[in-house]
């Protein structure tokens, strides 16, 4: 177990050319696929995110966090995302989502999935109904439930066909990235396997609500649709392996990421948003405390077998009393040997 | 004037019971939907007029100290009981998020401008943008 004192070899800034090593083929093929606009696009969350930093905390700017903040957002936003909708959202990113917080690895909420969200709340029309307007042709995303939406091939959604955010114009890229980041350990594999798995499951058994039935039952029981379609790959590999804001325990990162897809999968089964992989991650974000109480805490108080936890609830009483009652000295750290014999 | 809807409504009693340090009997607040979808669905004929003194009694006497937050909650028309259960439902796990993610930023130290309201504030903000799609539900 690592302590305050003990010093990763891997530097902040080595861990932040990792990630956008890892994002690049995703950013590439977004820009081979749409062009100008989606290289104005990325550039511009980018610019964003580093203008702000500078502004209020510039020593910063050099471990290059704010760069992969940019990166990711630019991944998130809609394929026909305008350049000041794209500097704003990666402004917000660092502005809302990282600086309040006290700056990098202090943010209880993904800045991505923040400027994103905050973004969805203030210029909904811009992400409601994300669309490509590549080779003359603009369409709807098979996740929007609006009239004009269509059900993609298979093909379509994993060659990056299907309509949607700038990560889905090369899923194949966004999962070689997070594969890259796997393998380099940079991140928890148990995370986006956890995540991915969870919403395939709940894709096959969870019913359409009456928004899905009606306008987009392509939506029901199609695995391969959800794990392609909108931010999820994006969401698996990039968000919600953030460290900063996921728990710290194995099994708290794991229960973090089925939360996440139940979300996601509850948000675009029963309600008109159209992708909930950002909210989805967020509400994830917000349990991180509650899931690190639960795993870590609980644990280092004393042990999880029935006999540990009838302990547990003894040694809520006052120390003095239980001094008493025991008769033994203070337990010391949560062993089953610890406990006084007389309890 | 538009009515207030039942999600902005318990997003707004999340924000006074946070910011107002008004935690006392969130569950007793929590009973202020279903007391008044209760009221409104209830058949009463011509003893109509009872369905406001009774949310009235709802909101001030049990709660004792937290009126504010269940007048709040008292305010929006509920469509349906489960409606009202579900807005009871997002008003405790709100405030129950609220406090858990308000320990973890004073854990790791906000910037001192940041600290206390502001920070809470922000929180709140967040969580009513996250929680959004549960007000279409």
């Not at chain 1, 070899?9 to 050319?17: A, D, E, H, K």
């Not at chain 1, 029309?125 to 590549?134: D, E, G, K, L, V």
């Not at chain 1, 987009?216 to 392609?228: E, K, R």
Request: hydrophobic letters at 55%; charged letters at 15%.
């Amino acid at each position: 177990m690592k302590g305050p004192f003990l010093r990763s070899p891997q530097s902040t800034r080595g861990l932040m050319v990792q990630v956008v090593v890892a994002a690049s083929p995703a950013l590439f093929a977004a820009v081979v696929r749409l062009g100008a606009p989606a290289a104005a696009a990325i550039l511009s969350a980018v610019a964003g995110a580093v203008a702000v930093e500078a502004t209020l905390k510039h020593r910063s700017v050099a471990d290059g966090s704010a760069v992969v903040t940019g990166a990711i957002v630019a991944l998130l936003l809609p394929a026909d995302a305008p350049p000041w909708l794209a500097a704003i959202a990666g402004a917000l990113a660092i502005g809302l989502g990282k600086a309040p917080w006290g700056g990098l690895g202090k943010n209880p909420f993904n800045p991505a999935a923040l400027s994103r969200a905050v973004l969805m709340v203030a210029l909904p029309a811009h992400f409601f109904a994300p669309a490509w307007r590549w080779d003359a042709v603009t369409a709807a995303s098979p996740l929007s439930k609006e009239i004009g939406a269509t059900a993609p091939s298979w093909t379509a959604l994993v060659v990056g066909d299907a309509p949607g955010c700038l990560g889905q114009a090369a899923p194949w890229a966004v999962v070689a990235g997070g594969l890259l980041l796997v393998a380099l350990r940079t991140i928890d594999w148990r995370v986006p396997l956890a995540y991915l798995s969870a919403i395939a499951a709940i894709a096959l058994v969870l019913p359409g609500g009456a928004r899905v039935t009606g306008h987009a039952p392509w939506l029901v029981g199609d695995p391969m649709l959800h794990l392609f379609g909108g931010g999820t790959l994006v969401a698996a590999f990039f968000l919600l392996t953030d460290p900063a804001t996921a728990p710290m325990s194995q099994g708290g990162r794991i229960a973090f990421a089925w939360i996440a897809a139940i979300a996601t999968m509850a948000i675009r089964n029963f309600t008109p948003y159209p992708d909930g992989a950002a909210l989805a991650v967020l509400l994830a974000n917000a349990c991180a405390p509650w899931l690190d109480r639960v795993t870590i805490e609980r644990r280092t108080q004393l042990g999880t077998s029935s006999r540990a936890r009838r302990g547990r609830r003894e040694w809520r009483v006052p120390w003095g009393r239980q001094r008493e009652v025991s008769d033994g000295a203070r337990p010391s750290g949560g062993t089953r040997s610890s406990r006084p014999t007389g309890s | 004037m538009m009515p207030i809807s039942a999600y902005d409504a318990v997003m707004l009693a999340v924000a006074v019971t946070v910011l107002g340090d008004r935690r006392g009997r969130i569950g007793w607040v929590a009973v202020v939907p279903l007391v008044a979808a209760l009221a409104a669905l209830a058949p009463l004929g011509e003893h109509g007029y009872l369905v406001a003194p009774v949310v009235a009694l709802v909101v001030t006497l049990p709660p004792l100290r937290a009126p504010a937050p269940a007048l709040v909650l008292a305010v929006p028309t509920y469509g349906s009981l489960p409606a009202a259960a579900l807005a009871a439902a997002l008003y405790v796990s709100s405030v129950w998020l609220a406090d858990l993610l308000d320990r973890r930023v004073e854990e790791r130290g906000p910037p001192p401008s940041w600290r206390g309201a502001p920070a809470r504030l922000l929180v709140l903000a967040v969580l009513y943008a996250t929680l959004l799609p549960v007000g279409h539900l």
